[in-house]
């Protein structure tokens, strides 16, 4: 089946390290996105890709990094230096970046203690 | 980035015609209006999205005013499961800019028996 697929859905880590969540679709899709949603609010954009190897910073990029050296994936890897990581992250793609709709995965909790 | 308001909540009776209304005043001539919903702790799902003419498709309608500063979205028969929150978000296009999609706090639809 065809779809964006995140992984893991819950996550654990220690504070100080370093984690990095998958995002892979095999929609042929070249833009892929990457959210931050906290408890009651809506999505904050944390980085974005409109082709592969090629990506910017969103709204919320500090503490963040991200690669995108194949089409089909884009992982965010959430630093130490990032000061409230605990959150569910989605990842999201497009065709591309004009008008085409936008397809979310099923996120990742991810949770520091 | 042109912003969206929506109400925090609202209800409708299952069955009946659930219409969320939607605020883009400082909506610009390149921006869509898109249509998202989420359940708790899912991934936001697609529903529709328009430029300016009102758009219909299996799920819903999209009414978007002549000066395209408001929009509505017609759910013509609710259900339980449409119970949810949706997200009325402007999308940007053309040269140079991300597609990124702006989400708001959305509305919390509760679809009751």
């Known amino acids: 089946d065809g779809g964006i697929t995140q992984s893991p859905k819950y996550l654990f880590r220690k504070e100080g390290q370093n984690v990095t969540l998958s995002c892979e679709q095999n929609l042929n899709h070249d833009a892929m996105y990457w959210y931050r949603q906290d408890p009651g609010q809506g999505l904050r954009l944390i980085y974005y890709s409109q082709i592969v190897n090629d990506f910017q910073k969103g709204d919320i990029a500090e503490g963040y990094s991200v690669s995108r050296e194949k089409k089909e994936s884009f992982p965010l890897t959430v630093t130490s230096a990032q000061k409230n990581p605990t959150a569910f992250y989605l990842c999201a793609s497009s065709i591309n970046s004009v008008n085409t709709e936008a397809f979310f995965g099923q996120g990742t909790r991810l949770t520091v203690v | 980035d042109a912003k969206t308001t929506q109400p925090p909540s609202m209800d409708c009776a299952e069955g009946r015609a659930a219409n969320l209304p939607c605020n883009h005043s400082?909506?610009?001539?390149?921006?869509?209006v898109y249509w998202y919903r989420q359940i708790h702790s899912q991934g936001p799902q697609y529903i529709i999205h328009?430029?300016?003419n009102n758009e219909t498709n299996e799920m819903a309608s999209l009414i978007i005013t002549e000066d395209r500063k408001s929009s509505t979205l017609i759910l013509p028969h609710a259900t339980l499961r449409d119970t949810a929150v949706y997200y009325c978000i402007v999308r940007i296009y053309g040269s140079g800019n991300t597609g990124k999609l702006i989400f708001g706090q959305g509305t919390t639809l509760q679809v009751k028996p």
């Open positions: 400082t909506i610009s001539g390149n921006e869509y």
């Open positions: 328009g430029l300016k």
